[in-house]
């Protein structure tokens, strides 16, 4: 079992930073690909940013890409995205998400309660 903490969110200005973090506990995640989403209001989740198990290959998603960063630290267990040059469209609850196999679909298998950004105008 794998529980997933997600901390880091708040309101911020267009075009401001923000750094989400994920705090893993339990089995040995540094085995798991980690990943972000989003949901907006309204709108499905979807993939943001993911990194695999050894942190050599990230992956993001085109409307993000070049602004945000997604990083990991196995030793202490956390995942984090970097968030720059934030837009309004970037508003939503942000969630990190674990499983054994990296994919850009939300068949994750541990999930965090999610944190929610806010860009104002």
């Known amino acids: 079992q794998v529980q997933l903490v997600e901390s880091g969110g708040g309101l911020v200005q267009a075009g401001g930073s923000l750094r989400l973090s994920c705090a893993a506990s339990?089995?040995?995640?540094?085995?798991?690909?980690m990943v972000w989403f989003r949901q907006a209001p309204g709108k499905e989740r979807e993939f943001v940013a993911g990194?695999?198990?050894?942190?050599?290959?990230?992956y993001y998603a085109d409307s993000v890409k070049g602004r945000f960063t997604i990083s990991r630290d196995n030793a202490k267990k956390m995942v984090y995205l970097q968030m720059t040059n934030l837009k309004l469209e970037d508003t939503a609850v942000y969630y990190c998400?674990?499983?054994?196999?990296?994919?850009?679909?939300?068949?994750?298998?541990?999930w965090g309660q999610g944190t929610q950004v806010t860009v104002s105008s």
């Open positions: 998400a674990a499983g054994p196999v990296f994919r850009y679909s939300d068949s994750y298998d541990y």
């Open positions: 339990g089995r040995t995640t540094g085995s798991y690909a």
């Open positions: 990194i695999k198990r050894s942190g050599g290959s990230t």
